[in-house]
């Protein structure tokens, strides 16, 4: 995840990205330069259906959590936190 100073999300960048660079560019190109700057992003309240959904438009494995009112970070949903989830669920 991408924070500016005042802990808004304003970009996703994959290890996909990067590798599709050269190393030697590596001290041309800039985070902004790679950085996925249209992403999903999911409230707090939102269900878990909603997040799943959006996780399969979404080209990470990972969804940020943010504050509807002021637009920080809260955290993050993972596709593996998502599986352990629903394995839990299911033994139960």
């Keep these: ?10 970009g ?5 990205e990067i590798s599709k660079f050269h190393k030697k560019t590596f001290d ?5 330069d790679i950085m996925y700057k249209k992403f999903h992003t999911v409230s707090p309240d939102e269900y878990l259906y909603s997040v799943i959904q959006k996780m399969n438009f979404h080209p990470f494995d990972i969804i940020p959590v943010v504050d509807p009112a002021n ?3 809260l955290g993050i949903v ?3 936190g998502i599986m352990n989830l629903l394995t839990e669920s299911t033994k139960s």
């Design 78 to 80: 993972t596709t593996q």
């Design 1 to 10: 995840m991408v924070i500016d100073a005042n802990n808004k999300l304003v």
């Design 71 to 73: 637009e920080n970070v």
């Design 28 to 32: 041309e190109i800039t985070i902004s």
């Design 12 to 16: 996703l960048v994959s290890k996909r």
